[in-house]
């Protein structure tokens, strides 16, 4: 035993790597004046300094592991000291640590779009708040999108993500539904449970919700959508759909979609992509986003035909932008080999800042994928949407553009006579989606302040949604 400061304390021997653990009272008020970059995965350096008085230290908050050859840290764990530590630089500016889960690191640009949009509108909002995304491609994601990137399927990586983060988004996108997958389903409920299990802020982050068929997956995801500390949704209608659910509408906020944060790149990159792909760029262009989906023998043939009437009619080229290229680049391959009019395939990796400003050199869009009519709005380009889904109905509607072309009813005609009308009144149709663009930044931008409130112990209602 020691004496410091005229009481006892343990003589542990100092942390191997901060050297100031123990020793004289100078030594002793000082602390662990750096953090153990060996135990904290996130490498926090000795930039979070936060000087600490004797008194903690005499419980033994301080202390060297020898067994485990790792500083005190978890001797804190019962603390709100090591938190301070961690997060406070020297400056006192506060870090926040934000987990977000998603489908990200897949290939999927409207997922890497969201992703990109909430990274961007937190830079603006929020920027010493700290991002780490959950990804299937953890390296790929942390370089695209410049921010700390885990396994989504490592349990150990999301266990101990969670665990030292202030808050765990999920979101956006179309999480929480299972028409494409109920595994999916569970696997993001399963991680927005175990938030709430260990204790963490949980926020819903501009989701489209539903739908949900299964009626034992519908009950369990009520169950756990209802733990949550705050629910955005992008839409009217996911609102609607929660509210059915049994989940109090007045704790669901309608923002928009955080891809509208997204800053399109430079014209010049876009061109360069569509001369690369061949592209003659002096003519009217329509963009194609479609994808696999069923019944194919059914309406793949009425959408070839319509569109090579409308192009045709127009005096226009065709260009496939595949959204995924898993999904999409063999479909749109396709139907480009059947059409008459000129037609080309985008088969370059883009992301998510070339994707809309891409679509920006196009004059008309005619999209399934619904991130495609998300880009086209952003830069002010008409759409036809031909709806596979609610969302693309949803999202339809919010925007102003009226009622898509429903795809288990498509005819060649209707379809070719949609993308005339809209060619023809292009000018207005453009100013329109421009003002609405501009609405649904301002309220994908007011996802961040109530994730704010939420980590600085403020009611989500007491923020101010744009809508």
Known sequence: MCQTSNKRVPAWTPCFVCRYCFGDERQTRLGCAAACDRYDRRSIYSQYIL??????????????????RRCC????????????IRKTKSGGVQISSILISGYYGLGNLGDEAV????????????????ITAMSA???????EHDIKS???????????????????????????????????????????????VLSKKLMIYAQGVGPINCRFSRKIAARVIRGADAITVRDADSKDYLAEMGIDPAGVFVTADPSFVVKPAEPQEADSVLAASGVEIGMPLICVAVRRWKNELVWLPNLVKG??????????????????????????????????SPAWVVKEKLSPRLAVALIGRMSLV??????????????????????????????????????????????????????????KNR?????????????????????????????????????????
């Open 51 to 68: 000087p600490y008085t004797y008194a903690y230290y005499a419980f033994g908050l301080a202390c060297y592991h020898r067994r485990t």
């Open 427 to 467: 000018a207005t149709i453009s100013a329109s989606l421009c003002a609405a663009a501009l609405e649904m930044k301002k309220a994908a931008l007011s996802n961040v302040d109530i994730a704010r409130a939420l980590v600085e112990g403020r009611e989500p209602a007491e923020v101010q949604i744009s809508q």
């Open 137 to 143: 491609d953890p390296e790929a994601t942390a370089e």
């Open 366 to 423: 005619l999209g399934m994928r619904l991130h495609s009519l998300m880009f086209a709005s952003a830069v002010g380009v008409p759409f036809v949407a031909i709806s596979y889904d609610p969302k693309v109905s949803a999202f339809s509607k919010s925007v102003g553009a009226g009622k898509p072309l429903a795809l288990e009813s498509l005819t060649a005609d209707f379809l070719a006579d949609r993308l005339v009308s809209t060619w």
């Open 307 to 340: 569109l090579n009437m409308a192009a045709s009619s127009i005096g226009a080229g065709v260009v496939f932008v595949p959204m995924q290229r898993d999904n999409d680049l063999g479909i749109s391959i396709q139907i480009a080999s059947e059409l008459s």
């Open 115 to 130: 992703l990109a949009g909430i990274v961007a509108s937190f830079s603006e909002k929020w920027p010493t708040a700290e």
């Open 150 to 196: 885990i396994s989504r399927m490592n349990g150990s990586d999301v266990m101990s993500a969670i665990k030292n983060s202030d808050l765990v988004i999920s979101g956006g996108g179309s999480l929480l539904q299972d028409v494409t997958s109920t595994r999916s389903l569970i696997y993001y409920l399963s991680v927005m449970w175990l938030a709430k």
């Open 73 to 84: 840290y978890r001797c804190f764990t019962g603390f709100d000291i090591f938190a301070q």
